[in-house]
């Protein structure tokens, strides 16, 4: 039924005979960001390693799915306790907003839930703790900029976990439902940046007008400070 | 859209195309069959049938999934360059204006990213009628320079539209993870212009239908939020069916965690693909 553990096998270059030129073109025109992409990583990564010791996040596409339910997990939670208590001169557009948003990585989270139980029972992560201390719900700009960071880094995660699954039958729907989500994200992601400062519902785009992308690594680097649960990423693809 | 010029423009990228259709000649032979037996209407649909016969089976090549979302970049691109400095858009605010300009110079970018990544093999840019009347200036849309509410209702849609094309080609350039991934990167900025655009609409408060306010950034059941005109309605309506989708890869949403979890929470975490054929169908009036 999945294809969990089996090594991503990929068809590389079929089809695509007379796209050596263009391809290089387009790895110098990325070799600058992903250099950027180092050099901002590489200055994060002073804390622990999240790839030693935890639960094991599992590796193939069960892993990048377990992935993503991690990220959802963080982001409902977040959310969840965002709608619980209110921070002072919550708008009645931001309440509305806010709850939607909540709906959605609740739905999302359920959904990863659901289907990587369905399809790998033993391999599904358990729920994960958080820790949010360092947030202060009752401060909007607190809530906010934590609200802009998981988007942006949501997108930045769903965008780089595409080319990590199995170019196989159920890596082709697993590539399906992130695309489905990694937009509904973006939206949230622009929508955040706006309540924040009107007109920055882009900014996050680079000189090509591009979003970026993150590793599993990079993001759960960044991530793990709210993540309470010990998590280890050694086996996900990259 | 001269479908014989389409069939000579993809044919320049993807030399196999007659293959696929069998021979030149067939595909001549069927496509004048089509024609001469309908409505010249519905040859947009009988196109797509015989497009999606040729490639339904056969996942389209790296370089013609490329020139298909140049395709569109060059409509985004050229829409949102005529429409800044319009009558309509010098009505609108100084933030809005802004806003649309920050859209056209991404849609710009996309498309010079684009025929860089190409190089030799990128398509030219179509002629356009923003008014989908197919070259006569007069469809649904005409005067939309003119009116600030329309562009941001099409602009909406050309996002939207976007978001789900892009979506829809992620599997079949799978086999190139750097093309992947510059896909998924420009998907999530169409997807972040659609927010924007939706929250101009809702704050301008107009062409919305009233059963369909308040106008969310995101896409709830298959609401497109926009009324102008019957014609314009319809053409509108194609961009944002199958949206309402609440069951994902056989998971029911509704109610998942809680009650507040209903059909149109659960339509707007997820949002759907659209196949080349039903974007080269919805775009089709608007290229001449």
């Known amino acids: 039924m999945l294809d969990?553990?089996?090594?991503?096998?990929?068809?590389e270059e079929k089809g695509i005979n007379n796209f050596g030129m263009q391809r290089r073109n387009m790895l110098k025109i990325f070799g600058v960001s992903a250099a950027l992409i180092t050099v901002a990583s590489s200055c994060d990564k002073d804390?622990?390693?999240p790839s030693t010791g935890g639960i094991n996040m599992g590796s193939g596409d069960v892993g990048i799915l377990n992935y993503a339910y991690a990220?959802?997990?963080?982001e409902a939670a977040f959310y969840e306790r965002v709608v619980a208590s209110p921070y002072s001169g919550m708008s009645a557009l931001e309440t509305e907003y806010l709850t939607d948003i909540r709906n959605h990585e609740v739905g999302h989270r359920e959904f990863f839930k659901a289907a990587i139980t369905a399809a790998a029972p033993t391999a599904v992560l358990p729920s994960l703790e958080f820790d949010f201390s360092s947030i202060n719900f009752n401060d909007r700009m607190s809530v906010l900029g934590t609200a802009k960071a998981f988007e942006d880094l949501g997108v930045t995660a769903y965008n780089g976990a595409g080319q990590l699954i199995s170019d196989s039958s159920n890596g082709r729907v697993y590539l399906g439902l992130a695309g489905k989500i990694v937009s509904v994200e973006a939206r949230h992601a622009a929508l955040i940046a706006d309540l924040i400062s009107n007109g920055t519902f882009a900014d996050t785009t680079d000189a090509n007008g591009l979003d970026t992308a993150r590793?599993?690594?990079?993001?759960l680097a960044i991530a793990g400070t709210y993540i309470k649960t010990k998590l280890d990423a050694s086996n996900l693809p990259s | 859209m001269n479908l014989q010029n389409i069939l000579s423009e993809i044919e320049k990228v993807d030399p196999e195309v007659y293959g696929r259709m069998d021979s030149r000649r067939r595909a001549m032979k069927e496509f004048a069959s089509i024609s001469g037996k309908i409505a010249l209407a519905s040859?947009?649909?009988a196109f797509s049938a015989m497009f999606n016969k040729a490639y339904g089976q056969v996942t389209p090549s790296v370089t013609a999934v490329l020139n298909y979302a140049l395709t569109l970049e060059y409509l985004?691109?050229?829409?949102?360059?005529?429409?800044?400095?319009?009558?309509g858009y010098l009505t609108a605010s100084a933030a809005a204006q802004g806003a649309l300009r920050k859209i056209r110079d991404d849609e710009n970018k996309h498309v010079a990213f684009l025929k860089t990544v190409l190089g030799a093999n990128a398509v030219a840019k179509p002629t356009f009628d923003f008014t989908a009347g197919k070259g006569t200036g007069a469809g649904p849309f005409a005067g939309y320079l003119d009116v600030y509410a329309v562009q941001l209702a099409m602009a909406q849609t050309f996002e939207d539209t976007g978001v789900r094309a892009y979506k829809g080609q992620a599997v079949n350039v799978m086999s190139d993870r750097t093309v992947l991934t510059a896909a998924l990167n420009i998907h999530s900025v169409e997807a972040r212009h659609a927010s924007h655009i939706r929250q101009m609409r809702r704050a301008l408060d107009a062409a919305i239908p009233a059963d369909q306010k308040p106008l969310k950034p995101w896409i709830t059941l298959k609401n497109s939020g926009i009324t102008y005109s019957p014609a314009a309605d319809a053409a509108i309506q194609k961009s944002y069916n199958k949206e309402e989708m609440t069951t994902q890869a056989g998971v029911n949403i509704i109610g998942l965690?809680?009650?507040f979890q209903t059909d149109k929470a659960a339509s707007e975490g997820f949002d759907e693909p659209l196949t080349m054929e039903e974007v080269l169908s919805i775009v089709d009036p608007f290229i001449v």
């Not at chain 2, 985004?76 to 009558?87: D, K, Q, R």
């Open chain 1, 4 to 11: 969990a553990v089996k090594t991503p096998v990929r068809e």
């Open chain 1, 47 to 49: 804390d622990d390693n």
């Open chain 1, 71 to 74: 990220l959802e997990q963080l």
């Open chain 1, 215 to 219: 590793t599993p690594a990079q993001v």
């Open chain 2, 43 to 45: 040859i947009p649909f």
């Open chain 2, 76 to 87: 985004e691109a050229e829409f949102y360059t005529n429409i800044v400095g319009s009558p």
């Open chain 2, 257 to 259: 965690g809680g009650s």
